[in-house]
């Protein structure tokens, strides 16, 4: 039997945050609608942060509110703080997100706090989050390399992995936010992490500036990694992370998958179609 290796869709969240145009609600709404028919087991659609830092997810409750949940799919949102939990939560997010940085540049332009301040942040949220039995991911960025600091010490990666999954995380998604991992770079990490949490409480969040992201997908698989996030039509980018561009295209990644013998569960064909949809909106402004 094919194994198959599982697409976490996060285009209407990180594809969509970096764009200038404010998109219509009514916009993001159809792209989720559309990706959710096409096979995905959780769709990351919006982002409970401060307005002031990112207009652009400033709907993510209407969002939420206005799109047609499929059976079987969790619909995800990030939330920095309590106040994005409590708004996530109201939205009926079916799962969480706390993001931290493995670099303390990074942290501090992402979420104006050191590295140690943010985990503080995150302990009320997982506590709540854990009474109300909705599942939270926890997410690192700057995996290998910071647009501040230059590279990321492998055990600094190790290390936060490994609390953010002591503190309750089901998975740790490991973020090269600026698409500077090669596969030798991303190797020495993933070493150090898997050290400490299995590959399969893991998952690869590549953005593909370098060019290098399938690579670095197919490297993550020797590491037992079956989870990596992607973006349909390659958008996004993330606002505080100086040069970061898209994350891997969904298509371009499924392809990969799909040559080296592993099954995602996923219609190739909506998949084109979305990606054409996200194109446009981009497009568009
Ligand atoms: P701050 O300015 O230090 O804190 O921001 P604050 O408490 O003073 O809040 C600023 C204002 O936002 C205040 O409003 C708050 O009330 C409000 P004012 O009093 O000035 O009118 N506020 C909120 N509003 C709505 N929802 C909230 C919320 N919290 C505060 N939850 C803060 C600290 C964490 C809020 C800010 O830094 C922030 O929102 N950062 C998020 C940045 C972000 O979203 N970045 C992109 C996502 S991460 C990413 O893309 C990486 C990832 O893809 C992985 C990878 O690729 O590496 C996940
Ligand atoms: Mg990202």
């Not at 400033?58 to 939990?85: C, F, K, Q, W």
């Not at 969480?96 to 104006?112: D, H, P, Q």
């Not at 002591?166 to 490991?174: A, D, F, K, N, T």
């Amino acid at each position: 039997m094919t194994e198959t290796v599982e697409i976490f869709e996060v285009g209407p969240r990180d594809g969509l945050q970096n764009e200038k145009r404010l998109i219509p609600t009514a916009e993001k709404i159809a792209l989720v609608d559309l990706l959710s028919r096409a096979g995905f087991r959780r769709i990351e659609v919006a982002s409970f942060v401060s307005p002031k830092w990112v207009p652009q997810m400033a709907d993510s409750a209407e969002v939420l509110a206005g799109i047609t949940r499929a059976a079987g799919i969790s619909y995800a949102a990030l939330t920095p703080n309590l106040r994005g939990y409590e708004g996530a939560k109201a939205a009926r997010a079916d799962e969480i997100a706390v993001f931290a940085s493995a670099s303390e540049g990074f942290s501090k332009a992402n979420l104006n706090c050191t590295i140690a301040e943010s985990i503080a942040r995150f302990l009320p949220i997982l506590e709540a989050a854990k009474a109300d039995g909705i599942p939270v991911r926890g997410y690192i960025s700057c995996v290998t390399d910071c647009p501040f600091d230059g590279p990321t010490p492998p055990g600094a990666v190790a290390t936060l992995a490994e609390r953010l999954i002591g503190l309750g995380c089901y998975e740790v998604s490991l973020g090269d936010t600026i698409g500077k991992a090669t596969p030798e770079t991303l190797s020495t990490m993933l070493t150090a992490v898997t050290g400490v949490v299995p590959g399969a409480q893991l998952a690869g969040h590549y953005h593909d500036t370098g060019g290098r992201a399938c690579d670095n997908i197919e490297a993550s698989l020797g590491y037992g990694l079956r989870v990596f996030d992607a973006a349909v039509g390659g958008l996004g980018g993330c606002p505080y992370a100086p040069g970061a561009q898209g994350n891997v295209a969904t298509e371009a990644a499924l392809d990969r998958l799909h040559s080296l013998g592993f099954s995602t569960g996923l219609d190739r064909a909506l998949i084109l179609s979305a990606a054409e949809l996200a194109r446009s909106m981009r497009a568009a402004q």
